[in-house]
């Protein structure tokens, strides 16, 4: 797994405001699981979407445990009010 280093201002994202980026590389898949450099960059080129919507899913959940844990009011839905 690559986690991108906070210190380094040079780094070119789409949106700057935009944090807990996270990529993943076959050679991480190879830490895992036996098989070719090849067919590990082929098995994440197949399951990228689901791994994305996995962790996407998982960020919401941590966020809002977080916000949770520092009292943060969560924000009232129209339907609540």
């Known amino acids: 797994m690559t986690i991108p280093d906070p210190d380094v201002t040079t780094q070119n994202f789409e949106t700057p405001s935009t944090y807990a980026r996270v ?4 050679e991480d898949v190879l830490e895992i699981f036996d098989m070719t450099l090849e067919e590990a960059e082929n098995w994440l080129s197949l399951n990228e979407r ?3 919507d996995s962790m996407v899913q998982h960020g919401w959940e941590v966020i809002e445990t977080l916000g949770a844990c520092d009292m943060l009011n969560k924000v009232k839905d129209d339907d609540q009010t």
Do not use: L, M, Q, V
């Not at 990529?23 to 076959?26: A, E, G, L, N």
């Open 23 to 26: 990529s993943w590389t076959p």
């Open 50 to 52: 689901h791994i994305a």
